[in-house]
Each structure stands twice: as structure tokens, then as C-alpha cells.
């Protein structure tokens, strides 16, 4: 069964410092991974997408990893701001012959919370 | 910037009744999906569209889902008999063409049932 495991469950870090997140998968075979971020009552946000051939991928204070050998990515936020507060999704994508078939596997998320 | 809009924000119905969420999904994406997120669990896909029809779905959605796109902008879910373990958000979400392409998620509808 195609697994996507997130740790630490829940974060809290003072403003301004970094912190990662962690995402293992089993799915196979593998086409992209993605991380979302989602706060309390909204819908995800998209951060990162990366293919299997990609191992880093930046947006702004969020760089995602990717080690498809090990099924393992990361999620790394620099310099921390109150408004980073929300839950962090690893989304992982099986490889389909249709391009319309798009049921992704969520993980359960990273409740990250920022402090001033 | 365009985006997935989701109506209404918050529905309550009572067990048995049928119940439609509505979504207009960004206006030049071609696919569309339905997710759920039971509260404290993770994101569980329920059904993708495209061409006007079903193109996958899950376990979860069975014979007392639908999903219709009346017309070229609306997208809609129905539960024909809700049931109490059908509370959730429910999220729409839409796609450009790209199988890499990132989803755009609605804010979702709080779906109640008492």
C-alpha cells in the first residue's frame, strides 16, 4: 500500500530561527512530490513540485530535498516568520499511464508553529 | 490572481438528506477533483474529471456521490443520503494540462452532518 509518512507531527520554533520537515513515502512507481502548506481552514497552497530526477527545489524561504533512492524528502524553512504557521503536506504522486489520474497521496502533515 | 472558489463555506444537513457543494474552478484548467479531509486526518481524494467525465475514483466515493459540470464554469459534488461519517471538508480543486502542474485547492466546505 502506498504510504506517505510525515515527522515530526507537530513543531514549535521562536520567529526567525530554521527549521526541517520530514517526509517518507513507499509510493511506487514515483512521478513528483510535492509539498503543500495549509492553514487552519483553507485549502493547501502548493510550495514545491519536484520529479524524480530533481533533488532540490526552491521557492522563497522554502527549499525542498528529494532522494528517490531512499524515498525520502525534506521540507527546509530559513528564517522563520509567524505567518509560517500552518501545516506542512507531503504529497507524493504514483506514476500513471493517464494523464488524467491524479489520485495523490497525502501525508497526515506537520503542524509547524511559529513564536514570537 | 485567478483562483478555486467553493460554495458554500460551511453547509449543515441532516443524515439522509442530499446535500450539493459547488465549486467554480479557475477558468482555463481542465481538470478537476474532488478531495475530503475528515477533521485531525489527512487529505483523502475522492474523484478527478476531465472531458466531462469521471477519470478515476477512490474507495470512498461511491454510489451516493456524483459529480456533474453543468456548464463551463460550474463544478459540482452531490451526496444523495448523507451519512454522519460524511462530515468533512471538502475541497475542489483544478489543473492546467501538465501531470507536473501544481493543483489549486478551493478553501473548501465545511459539510455538517447532524
Known amino acids: 500500500k502506498n504510504q506517505v509518512e510525515q515527522s515530526p507531527q507537530s513543531l514549535i520554533i521562536l520567529e526567525g530561527k530554521n527549521c526541517t520537515l520530514q517526509?517518507?513515502?513507499?509510493?511506487?512507481?514515483?512521478?513528483?512530490l510535492r509539498w503543500y502548506k495549509q492553514d487552519t481552514g483553507r485549502g493547501p497552497v502548493s510550495l514545491t513540485i519536484?520529479?524524480?530526477?530533481?533533488n532540490t527545489k526552491s521557492n522563497g524561504r522554502y527549499t525542498a530535498t528529494l532522494d528517490a533512492d531512499t524515498k525520502q524528502s525534506s521540507l527546509h524553512i530559513t528564517a522563520s516568520q509567524l505567518s509560517d504557521s500552518a501545516s506542512y503536506i507531503c504529497v507524493v504522486s504514483p506514476r500513471w499511464t493517464s494523464n488524467s489520474g491524479y489520485a495523490l497521496n497525502f501525508g497526515k502533515g506537520t503542524s509547524l508553529l511559529v513564536t514570537p | 490572481e485567478p483562483e478555486v472558489t467553493q460554495t458554500p463555506s460551511h453547509q449543515v444537513t441532516q443524515m439522509g438528506q442530499e446535500v450539493i457543494l459547488r465549486c467554480v474552478p479557475i477558468s482555463n484548467h481542465l481538470y478537476f477533483y474532488w478531495y475530503r479531509q475528515i477533521l485531525g486526518q489527512k487529505v483523502e481524494f475522492l474523484v478527478s474529471?476531465?472531458?466531462?467525465?469521471?477519470?478515476?475514483k477512490s474507495e470512498i466515493f461511491d454510489d451516493q456521490f456524483s459529480v456533474e459540470r453543468p456548464d463551463g464554469s460550474n463544478f459540482t459534488l452531490k451526496i444523495r443520503s448523507t451519512k454522519l461519517e460524511d462530515s468533512a471538508m471538502y475541497f475542489c480543486?483544478?489543473?492546467?494540462?501538465?501531470?507536473?502542474?501544481?493543483?489549486?485547492f478551493g478553501n473548501g466546505t465545511r459539510l455538517t452532518v447532524t
Open positions: 519536484m520529479t524524480f530526477s530533481e
Open positions: 480543486a483544478s489543473r492546467l494540462t501538465d501531470y507536473n502542474s501544481p493543483l489549486h
Open positions: 517526509c517518507n513515502y513507499t509510493v511506487s512507481p514515483f512521478s513528483n
Open positions: 474529471f476531465y472531458n466531462n467525465e469521471i477519470s478515476e
